[in-house]
T-cell receptor, first 108, second 114 residues
Framework: SQQGEEDPQALSIQEGENATMNCSYK?????LQWYRQNSGRGLVHLIL?????REKHSGRLRVTLDTSKKSSSLLITASRAADTASYFC????????FGTGTSLTVIP | DAGVTQSPTHLIKTRGQQVTLRCSPK?????VSWYQQALGQGPQFIFQ???????QRGNFPDRFSGHQFPNYSSELNVNALLLGDSALYLC?????????????FGSGTRLTVV
C-alpha cells in the first residue's frame, strides 16, 4: 500500500511562478525523498531530506520536513515549462513507499 | 551511460499468458527493486532482490515472481496474466543498505494485457 499522499493531485501554473506541493505520510521515517516522473517514464531522484533536518535546498528546489505533522513540502521556484511532470514523495526503509503524486503543468 | 536498462520497452500479451521482463542495474549497484505503476497512480512495490535472494515483498500474489543473477541483473515474471496487470513496470537499482542515496530507475516496460 502507498505510504504517502501528495497534495494537490494536479497543479497548473504560469512559467516563472513558484510551485508548491505537499506530501503527508503515515509512519515514522528515517528520510524522505522526492522524485520526478516525465510522461509515465522512469522516476528521477530530486532530493533527500533526513528526519533530523527541517529544510534543504538544491538549485531551484526547496524541501521542508515536519516530522511532528508527518508532512513534507517541495517548492520549485521560478518554474519552467521543462518542470512539467509528476512529482512523488517516497518514504524510506529498504524499500520506498511512493505517494500518489502531484501532476504539475507549467504553461509557457 | 551506465544507468538502469529495462527490456522490452513495450509489450502486448493476452490474458492468461506469461511474461518476463528484464532489468540491468546501474553499474556498481547490487540491489534491484521492481515496482508496478498503474495509470495515474504512484509506483507500488513488488519485491526486491539482493545477493540473488528475494529480500522483501509487497502485497502482490504469487503469480509475480522474480530472479536475480550473479551479475546483479534481474527478471520479473508474471504468470496467468490478468487485464489488471496492465501497467508500467519499473525497475530500480541501488546499493544494499545505502537507501539514503536513492534509487536509480529505468524507463520502464509498458505491459498491456488484452
Amino acid at each position: 500500500s502507498q505510504q504517502g499522499e501528495e497534495d494537490p493531485q494536479a497543479l497548473s501554473i504560469q512559467e516563472g511562478e513558484n510551485a508548491t506541493m505537499n506530501c503527508s505520510y503515515k509512519t515514522s521515517i528515517n528520510n524522505l525523498q522526492w522524485y520526478r516522473q516525465n510522461s509515465g517514464r522512469g522516476l528521477v531522484h530530486l532530493i533527500l531530506i533526513r528526519s533530523n533536518e527541517r529544510e534543504k535546498h538544491s538549485g531551484r528546489l526547496r524541501v521542508t520536513l515536519d516530522t511532528s505533522k508527518k508532512s513534507s513540502s517541495l517548492l520549485i521556484t521560478a518554474s519552467r515549462a521543462a518542470d512539467t511532470a509528476s512529482y512523488f514523495c517516497a518514504t524510506d526503509g529498504n524499500q520506498f513507499y511512493f505517494g500518489t503524486g502531484t501532476s504539475l503543468t507549467v504553461i509557457p | 551511460d551506465a544507468g538502469v536498462t529495462q527490456s522490452p520497452t513495450h509489450l502486448i500479451k493476452t490474458r492468461g499468458q506469461q511474461v518476463t521482463l528484464r532489468c540491468s542495474p546501474k553499474s556498481g549497484h547490487d540491489t534491484v527493486s521492481w515496482y508496478q505503476q498503474a495509470l495515474g497512480q504512484g509506483p507500488q512495490f513488488i519485491f526486491q532482490y539482493y545477493e540473488e535472494e528475494e529480500r522483501q515483498r509487497g502485497n502482490f500474489p504469487d503469480r509475480f515472481s522474480g530472479h536475480q543473477f550473479p551479475n546483479y541483473s534481474s527478471e520479473l515474471n508474471v504468470n496467468a496474466l490478468l487485464l489488471g496487470d496492465s501497467a508500467l513496470y519499473l525497475c530500480a537499482s541501488s546499493l544494499w543498505g545505502r537507501w539514503a542515496y536513492g534509487y536509480t530507475f529505468g524507463s520502464g516496460t509498458r505491459l498491456t494485457v488484452v
